[in-house]
């Protein structure tokens, strides 16, 4: 009966958060120089309740409300919560077996979709925490956070703006890696490769004399 019940939209349901909760720093807007770390992590959406159901007994044989109707009505679902209707159709005897009127019947489709709609919300909020620690890191990182973050960032996306396809920045989107330190971090290094492309930058093919590779990997290169 569990898995006759599925948790759809539910990122709909945290429609309180601001667009930041999907850009991340990769495909998002450059933070300010002073910018404090803000949460992606939404705030927990409140579960939907058991709802209340009004319907009535498909059959005659429920007017009394103590015993089985005939045939169950359709069931009242929170929004988001879709049946499977082939689980559900195996379900349906088991309720007759078991005697359930209709309004004990949807009273158990309540508990079980209440229950797995808080899954779903709690998925989305770890994920959602995970995409704030991997910023945060990010933020705090010792080679390329602290004071130059922000020009770091542009740095980077500006990398991800002439090398990255629409698909690549859409996976940095659904997985929250745009805010990974590490992928910052190779970012930047390509970036600052390439900042004698980006407008505004003061950077020149002649103004580095390091080598791709010493850039790329500065620890291989002092060995």
Known sequence: MVDGIQATGVEADTGSQDQ?????LLTGTVPADDAGVTSDAAAPAA???ATDTGAADASGDAEDGQTPPGEYADFTLPEGIQLDESLM???LPVFKELGLTQDAAQKLVDFHAARVQADAQNQVDA???LKTDWREQ????KEFGGDAFAENVKLAQAAVNKFGTPELKQLMEDYGVGNHPEML???VKVGKLTAEDVPGSTGTAGAEKKDVVSMMYPNDRNK
């Open 138 to 141: 990010s933020v705090n990182d």
């Open 47 to 49: 579960v939907e309740g």
């Open 185 to 187: 971090r190779f970012m």
């Open 20 to 24: 930041g909760a999907v850009d991340t």
């Open 89 to 91: 159709t195996e379900a």
């Open 127 to 129: 994920f959602n925490q």
